[in-house]
């Protein structure tokens, strides 16, 4: 995809994929996003949803956007971080599922270096 214009339907989509996710794990909006990128927020909805290609002004502010965000392991926003902990305060049977697997993570996680 590097260096090419996004031309299919397929790369438009998994741009699009791309930058939702991308979108979802800063815990931007889509206005928070658009102006990120110098656009509009129905411009971005509509990158998001396929129906448009990008100028390529955009398209390279997209590109730049998505390099930028560090490989591998997804880190949550502090957005995300902030509406789980809500979610473990309204409900205790919730947090009990959260404690349950994050016990779990870690077992796996240190069973592995022994």
Known sequence: MRGRKIG?????AAIAAALERARREDGLSQE??????????????????GQQRPRPELEASIRSYL??????????????????LAACER????????????????????????
């Open 8 to 12: 299919s339907g397929g790369e438009r």
């Open 32 to 49: 928070a996003l658009a102006r990120t990128l110098g656009s509009s927020q129905a411009n971005i909805s509509k990158l998001l949803r």
């Open 67 to 84: 390099a930028a965000r560090p490989a591998g392991v997804a880190h949550p926003s502090e957005a995300w971080t902030r509406r789980l």
């Open 91 to 114: 409900s205790p049977a919730f947090r009990d599922v959260i404690d349950a697997a994050l016990l779990l993570v870690n077992e796996n996680e240190y069973s592995d270096r022994a």
